[in-house]
């Protein structure tokens, strides 16, 4: 999931939600914010400065998991 060299891409903003599911605001510079809906629920999917954060909490690379077996 880290990708430094991808350039973001704009966000695509669909219609309007449901009143218990507000729409999120535009990303802040150098942040993509997705919602996932999945049969466990939905969960939010933001990449900030090229780490990915799932529902607040930081996802560990590939790379970081194998140099810490190491």
Do not use: C, K, T
Request: aromatic share 6%; charged share 15%.
């Amino acid at each position: 999931m880290n990708a430094p060299n991808l350039p973001l891409l704009p966000e695509v903003q669909l219609g309007p939600q449901p009143a218990d599911q507000p729409n999120l605001g535009p990303a802040s510079e150098g942040v993509q914010r997705y919602v996932w809906h999945s049969a466990y629920g939905a969960m939010l999917i933001e990449v900030r400065d090229g780490a990915a954060f799932v529902n607040g909490a930081r996802v560990a690379s590939m790379a970081e998991l194998r140099a810490a077996e190491a």
